[in-house]
């Protein structure tokens, strides 16, 4: 519905509303339409049904009195009426409704509708001529409005901390989403030096497994060594025996004129049980050879398998 700026000054109308008029309009002898008393007779009720933000809404004035609810009524001029509500201001005329205050705010179109039957309440309480009851419904309308305003104030400032406290909530929000990106940093990075000393473990794990391994087979060498150690005692205590058997031969042997003793194979059987190189080994067993075929030769090749046995 279009809203229709009123040519009513709107100085005038507050000032109607405001003033003492309440009491009742003043009584003039001057007739209708002159600026005078006002109009009595059929122009003294009015019935209008307004449309009003989309909704259809029926104001009926009967007796200097709005029916269906409560509120003051002041009459200007002829079918030009003054109300005052919990609603805010409202100017009726006979064709539009201009609201001053709230959501309604503006001028809407009105059209006339069938008067209302007049209502059925105690007139003494809504007399429009008394002006006890006038005052004393203006300022229950103004306590009214005062609290309506009071509460509008409370749920603003309500609003406000809800606002403000969502602000706060933000704030501990993206400090939280900081103290968790900071938490999940800290657990990576202790993952990570897990992880560094697993296979710093798994490092050293294997480091003294070499070692044992080295130590075992260390061992092992040192056995084999003293092995080798005690059959080399054992040859060179043999070939001793052997070179003390043929000392004692060859002077006799001298004086006899027979050859001095030798066992080839005895010899050949300290060599391959020596720990000696092969190249000493195959030179010295060359040599036992000769020394089977040439008995000449024994007592050299006794002495140079003494010396390469270390007797």
Known sequence: MTRIYSAVPFAAILAAISAPVFAGPTISPQGPGDGGAPVSGAHASLALECQINGRSET?????????????????????????????????????????????????????????????TADPGTTDAGDPGALAASQEELITAIGERDAARLAVVEAENR??????????????????????????????????????RDAELSEALRRIRAGELERAELEAALAAAEEANAALSAELTAMMQAGGDMPDQAADQGAPVMFDADAALAMLAAADIGDIARAALTAAVEQARENPDLAAEVMTRLENALGQ
């Not at 009967?62 to 009426?81: E, S």
């Not at 909530?169 to 992880?195: D, F």
Request: glycine fraction near 8%.
């Open 59 to 119: 104001f009926v004035i009967t007796g200097g009195t709005l029916a269906d609810r409560p509120g003051i009524v002041t009459r200007l001029d002829l079918d030009i009426y003054a109300i005052l509500t919990d609603r805010g201001r409202i100017l009726l005329t006979g064709d539009s409704a201009q609201i001053t205050d709230g959501p309604d705010a503006g001028k809407w179109d009105c059209v006339s509708a069938s008067l209302a039957p007049p209502p």
């Open 162 to 199: 809800a606002v403000a406290a969502l602000a706060e909530n933000e704030v501990l929000l993206t400090e939280l989403a900081a103290s968790l990106h900071m938490e999940e940093t800290a657990q990576a990075a202790l993952a990570r030096t897990g992880e560094d000393l697993a296979e």
